[in-house]
Antibody, heavy 121, light 109 residues
Framework: QLQLQESGPGLVKPSETLSLTCTVS??????????WAWIRQPPGRGLEWIGY???????YYNPSLSSRVTISVDTSKSQFSLELSSVTASDTAVYYC?????????????WGQGTLVTVSS | QSALTQPASVSGSPGQSITISCTGS?????????VSWYQQHPGKAPKFIIH???KRPSGVSDRFSGSKSGNTASLTISGLQAEDEADYYC?????????FGTGTKVTVL
């Protein structure tokens, strides 16, 4: 059973960089069927796609965030990471990592439990 | 375009059927049969319940069904149960972009 687990600071100061890591277990992060994604949800609001990465390093970013986002993958550690720079209070959200499956029509079939990141001084 | 449009709320009595619409454009829903649906209970991560417009993953109740017409996708929940009370989100692949719906709160009366 595939499992994903987010980790990282729960509090980030304005203008600094938010950094999160997702650890994948139960399947290979190098699977040809899988992209690895970050999705966020501000408190009381809907889901927003941040971006996703293939094990080769190819990335796709939400154009509204692309100037501040970097997603990377470390296949040796079965981890992928998110960096979001120059954060403001509007970046406060629960951040989820997820698998995007090609065999399920690019759906997000497995999700981490989510981690709340608050941007505040 | 920033998000697909869903009704904010839909309600029904136990045993009834309800339908949630998800309206996009010719660039996303209208161009791809790659619409998925997610159920989210309070404080929980979303759960994947429909992919490729109408396909149910293993283990998902057959009370959930999906369809698409033009630029609008729909999720129908039949035989509504108390446990179906949750938020529901649609999502469409759109090439280099991805769009989630605005979300619909389903209330079981």
């Amino acid at each position: 059973q595939l499992q994903l687990q987010e980790s990282g600071p729960g509090l980030v100061k304005p203008s600094e960089t938010l950094s999160l890591t997702c650890t994948v277990s139960g399947d290979s992060i190098s699977s040809s069927d899988s992209y690895w994604a970050w999705i966020r949800q501000p408190p009381g609001r809907g889901l927003e796609w941040i971006g996703y990465i293939y094990s080769s390093g190819t990335t796709y970013y939400n154009p509204s965030l692309s100037s501040r986002v970097t997603i990377s993958v470390d296949t040796s550690k079965s981890q992928f990471s998110l960096e979001l720079s120059s954060v403001t209070a509007s970046d406060t959200a629960v951040y989820y990592c997820a698998r995007r499956s090609l065999s399920s029509g690019y759906s997000f079939d497995y999700w981490g439990q989510g981690t709340l990141v608050t941007v505040s001084s | 375009q920033s998000a697909l449009t869903q009704p904010a709320s839909v309600s029904g009595s136990p045993g009834q059927s309800i339908t949630i619409s998800c309206t996009g454009s010719s660039s996303d829903i209208g161009s791809y049969n790659l619409v998925s649906w997610y159920q989210q209970h309070p404080g929980k991560a979303p759960k994947f319940i429909i992919h490729e417009v109408s396909k149910r993953p293993s283990g998902v109740s057959d009370r959930f069904s999906g369809s698409k017409s033009g630029n609008t996708a729909s999720l129908t929940i039949s035989g509504l149960q108390a446990e179906d009370e949750a938020d529901y989100y649609c999502c469409s692949y759109a090439g280099s972009r991805t769009f989630f719906g605005t979300g619909t709160k389903v209330t079981v009366l």
